[in-house]
């Protein structure tokens, strides 16, 4: 089973920039579709960022411009770059192994980490 450790998080300013990282144990690693989620006080945990296996990408709406999501799997690690922050991307961040379904959801179906939290505010 794939253990993931997320790790980044802080406070920051709206405007500013912070890059997630979470690492995953395992060899096989390379092989997995990652997500990227985040959980808002009170809401359910949603999708932000997905990257397959062979490096596409998608992304929320919400966040379409702002964040990347990329990976290493040289070093079994994925990234989230987030630009531009708002007040509404404060939120616990995770990441976790996903599936896509043949009508392109994404749903997680590893263990979850401990997050990351990201509060954006002056």
């Known amino acids: 089973q794939v253990q993931l450790v997320e790790s980044g998080g802080g406070l920051v300013q709206p405007g500013g920039s912070l890059r997630l990282s979470c690492a995953a144990s395992?060899?096989?690693?390379?092989?997995?579709?990652m997500g990227w989620y985040r959980q808002a006080p009170g809401k359910q945990r949603e999708l932000v960022a997905a990257?397959?296996?062979?490096?596409?990408?998608n992304y929320a709406d919400s966040v379409k411009g702002r964040f990347t999501i990329s990976r290493d799997n040289a070093k079994n690690t994925v990234y989230l770059q987030m630009n531009s922050l708002k007040p509404e991307d404060t939120g616990v961040y995770y990441c976790?192994?996903?599936?896509?379904?043949?009508?392109?959801?994404?749903?997680?179906?590893?263990?979850w980490g401990q997050g990351t939290q990201v509060t954006v505010s002056s």
């Open positions: 976790n192994v996903v599936t896509e379904s043949s009508s392109g959801t994404y749903h997680p179906f590893g263990s």
């Open positions: 395992g060899s096989i690693f390379s092989i997995y579709a």
């Open positions: 990257i397959r296996s062979g490096g596409s990408t």
